[in-house]
């Protein structure tokens, strides 16, 4: 399949990305947290070749991204919690998973009776998705088991040949996929995937805000968000954290090869060794996380790099989703050196 290669800055060639999408057709786009790949929500043929494309497994439900909070009314039943949680975050990078109406396509949800519903904060994405007019449902834009995409080569080194169009835009400024929430009851919610919007952020408007296990380590049982038991964001060099501090963990390294290291700024010891990637400052966790997937992507370009070792992140604030990224990467391979 020949894929049109468009760009978000030009008006007519998002209108052609549009039409192609009210079309029925898959067309990839940018959001602010990672690039999506969009199908009509409203079309279980079109969204069951989002997961073609992807290879990704049939049971994982997807997101439905809107031009604005309120659309949701049309194809899920809201609530307060709903509103409070939209007024204070969307658009911007959270999904809010609420119970579904029937017009979603079964393919959306993968057979749950809830659905996902994510604004962008991205302006070029809420134009595309207003200029579509209709529902966009949208995973990431990477192969299943890769790293999420945050810029437009990573999309077109994983999905050209594959999908319709790329509408190209600005490289994904959060650079981890939106926090997912689940809302549990009047004012209380879960966190099931971390990301821009924090659990402080969510503790000033919900009353009970809880982490599912699945976010912070190996997790056996049922997660609620079907997409965190899998192996996610993997690179095909093996990943391992180090927790230890800038000495031991060169020490480590010593007498290794064929690697690669993921540090940070201040780390400048280390950057004297192998291939070095720098995810930024050591207290910067936003900066780590726009980005952590184009380190990812970068030493799968290095083929003669067969292990990527990381220090380990700050786990506050933005830095949890930082960690929870990695330590999936890593198939929560963490070796403590102190
Ligand atoms: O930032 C993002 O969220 C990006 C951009 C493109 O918007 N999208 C994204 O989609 O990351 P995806 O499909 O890669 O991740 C969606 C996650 C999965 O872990 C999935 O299991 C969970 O959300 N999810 C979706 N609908 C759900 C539902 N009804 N109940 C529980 N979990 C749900
Ligand atoms: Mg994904």
Redesign the pocket.
Known sequence: MKTEILSDRSETELKRAAQLLAENKLVAFP?E?????GANALNGDAVKRIFEAKGRPQD????V?LESAEKAEEFAYTSELYYKLAKAFMPG?I?V?IP?KDVLSNAV?AG?D???I?V?LYAPARNLIKEAGVPIA????NISGKP?PTKAEHVISDMDGRIEAILCGDDCKVGV??T?V?ITGKDSLVI??P?GVTEDMLKSVCGSVTIDPAVLSKFDGKP?????KYRHYAPEASVEILVGSEEQVADFLSDKTNFAVICYTGDKKLQENGKVLILGDENDSQEQASRLFACLRECDKDKNIKNIYARMPQKNGVGLAVYNRLIKAAGFKITELI
Do not use: D, F, Q
Not at 33 to 37: A, D, I, R
Not at 60 to 63: H, S
Not at 138 to 141: G, T, V
């Open positions: 959001t947290t990672v690039y999506g790949l994982n439900p997807l997101i991204h990078p999904t998973i579904k949800t749950l809830s659905v996902g994510r962008p949208a995973p990431s834009a999420s996929e939106s997912v689940k099931c995937r990301g609620v968000s079907p997409g965190m």
